[in-house]
């Protein structure tokens, strides 16, 4: 079967940095993506991976290795407003997206 | 600016009374998805659309069914809802299937 799995929370104080893992096996690999979704709203589309490696987008970053089935998204000089839950979603060899079902992130002060 | 719309943010309906929920989108995607989330889980798709052509995921109730009658509209519809149905409704687009998904801020059911 397919799977992803991330942790179910984590906890963090602002201006910190925190790493959220994503392991997954799943039928093919076309890409990894990471989704920002705050309570009661729509996921919104941080990065995308397809090839080994890092990929920085501001405070964001994410890395990954096809070979180990694993990703991790890193959060820079965390803000309250990073308070969310992070989404990980592989694409399979039929271009369907697996989700994980999310790392709820708590922000402290 | 371009952007994915659902309509509308909260619906409530009986249990057993149809539902309709609606999405349109001004960026031209070929591709149109239908999620249900429920809380603290992962979306699950409940069905996909490139350009007209209708996929189905095998899992989906038959009570689900849906529309699109031209680019920029998806319609969901939920013939006999449940209290199993009450969840978020996401819809989201892209360009093609390696390309990011862009959601709708999503349709919250509640079924009474």
């Known amino acids: 079967g397919q799977n992803i799995d991330q942790p179910t929370e984590m906890t963090a104080t602002e201006g910190a940095i925190v790493q959220i893992n994503c392991t997954y096996q799943t039928s093919g690999f076309n890409g990894l993506f990471w989704y920002q979704q705050h309570a009661g709203e729509a996921p919104t589309f941080l990065s995308y991976n397809v090839l080994d490696g890092l990929e920085e987008k501001g405070r964001f970053s994410s890395f990954l290795s096809r070979s180990k089935g694993y990703s991790y998204l890193l959060l820079k000089e965390l803000q309250m407003k990073d308070s969310a839950s992070y989404l990980c979603?592989?694409?399979?060899?039929?271009?369907?997206?697996?989700w994980g079902a999310g790392t709820k992130l708590i922000i402290k002060p | 600016d371009a952007m994915v719309i659902q309509n509308p943010r909260y619906q409530v309906t009986q249990f057993g009374k149809p539902v309709t929920l609606s999405c349109s989108q001004t960026l031209n995607h070929n591709v149109m998805y239908w999620y249900q989330q429920k809380s603290s889980q992962a979306p699950k798709l409940l069905f996909h659309y490139y350009d007209k052509d209708f996929n189905n995921e095998a899992d989906t109730p038959d009570n689900f069914q849906s529309r699109r009658p031209n680019t920029s509209f998806c319609f969901l519809d939920i013939r006999s809802p449940g209290l199993g149905d009450a969840a978020m409704y996401l819809c989201a687009t892209n360009e093609g299937e390696i390309q990011p998904q862009h959601f709708g801020d999503g349709t919250r059911l509640s079924i009474l």
């Open positions: 979603a592989v694409m399979d060899s039929n271009y369907q997206l697996i």
